[in-house]
């Protein structure tokens, strides 16, 4: 079982989710859309939007698709 995340990592990842969920919604996707432009299950879009453990490979697909540097999520 992994070790319980500090505080600021877990205040980072919904940050993180809150950025891809603004974004995604200002260009009018839903969260199938925004699965099918990056090649990412749905599911894994929400999981992502709700603050989860995110896949680098899969925070670089989502941001291509969001038309935005990967720092842009990340960093706000």
């Known amino acids: 079982m992994p070790?319980?995340?500090?505080?600021?990592?877990?205040?980072?990842?919904?940050?993180?989710?809150?950025?891809?969920r603004v974004r995604r919604l200002h260009m009018n996707l839903t969260q199938e859309g925004l699965a099918?432009?990056?090649g990412v299950d749905r599911s894994t879009i929400q999981r992502m939007e709700?603050?989860?453990e995110m896949k680098l490979s899969h925070l670089l697909?989502?941001?291509?698709?969001?038309?935005?540097?990967?720092?842009?999520?990340?960093?706000?």
């Open 36 to 38: 099918h432009e990056s």
């Open 3 to 20: 070790a319980e995340q500090p505080q600021w990592v877990l205040d980072a990842r919904q940050a993180a989710g809150d950025r891809i």
């Open 50 to 52: 709700a603050g989860h």
């Open 61 to 76: 697909l989502v941001a291509h698709a969001l038309r935005v540097h990967v720092t842009d999520l990340l960093h706000g």
